[in-house]
């Protein structure tokens, strides 16, 4: 038996390291179903509740444009959640298991949630920088070794890049709007730099999945190489806007090639992490709340299949 599973290993191994997918019923290692469970679903229960500091501000978004724009943003991240969901269901999960996970406080999401977006700068930066990090991270994965995943993410990766924009082109208008404009945008900068750079996980030697994942090509580049990158790509970005990073390290290192930049503060990650952010016990409360009133949805949606699947039986007997 032992034989059979190394042999099944090698055959899997060689699979990944010749660019191939792995399908649902393909033959996997346990781990492997197990971590694809865990960060699809980790990243689906991100883009859940991922609407929340966005779906704030449709009733205040300042013009009937922004309002369209922002309502079809918030929806395209449930979407995002949706076909996540539905990759973590190849792999054996329930989506009754899923939602009670992330409803329980039982599943971990992404930090950045667990933050208030206070102005309506809020919106372009969480678009710019919190979209930014995201697609940063995701466009790796419409690469990664499992098909469903790898495939939900090149829709996702579309969808998520017009955000980046739309988020960019807000704090463009307020960066050359009046001079309260301007310090709202950069009020908005100075309270997301920080916890969009923590979006890329612990320290490399401090992140326990990344070796392996890099083994089954999961993850490409590390956390630390893709938080390089968005810095690297973003400080020009922040200087069109006319807007100041907060972080008095960061400099261009030209032996490196890179931006050098200042020190995270990790303790204020692991606390979020382990549900003290800000607004944790605000987001699962609106989560669940939200998952209660819509019972009779979900409700009437089973008593609508059961009516039709008993149509079809009658029509078929
Ligand atoms: N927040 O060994 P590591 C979005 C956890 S974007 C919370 O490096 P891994 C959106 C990690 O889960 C955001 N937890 O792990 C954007 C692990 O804990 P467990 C979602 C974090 O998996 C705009 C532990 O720390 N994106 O959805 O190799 C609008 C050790 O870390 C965080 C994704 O989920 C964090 N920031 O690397 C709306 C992308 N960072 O599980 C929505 C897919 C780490 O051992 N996910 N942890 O208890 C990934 O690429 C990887 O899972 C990560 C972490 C890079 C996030």
Redesign the pocket.
Known sequence: MELYNEKLEAEFQSKIDSGQNIEAKDWMPEKYRK?HI???S??AH??I???LP?GNWITRAPSLKRKITLLA?VQD?GG?GLYLYSAAETLGISRAELNEQLNSGRA??????NYPAVTWADMGA?GWL??G??IM??VM?TRTSYGPYARAMVRICKE?SF?QRQGYEIMLTLSKGTEVQKRMAQDALNRWWWPSL?????RDE?????EQ?MKWK??LKS?DE?RQQFVDQTVPQAELLGLTIPDPKLKWNAERGHYDFGDIDWEE?KR??AGKGPCSYERLKTRNEAWDKGAWVREAAMAFAEKQQEKSLKEAS
């Open positions: 971590t865990r960060q699809i980790q990243h991100s883009e509740i991922g609407m966005e943003k991240e995002h971990k999401y992404s930090s950045i949630f969480v919190v979209d990090a995201a991270n995701q994965l998520e955000h923590m979006m890329f996980g612990p401090e992140s326990v999945h990344t994942a999961i993850k956390n893709l990650f979020v992490v």
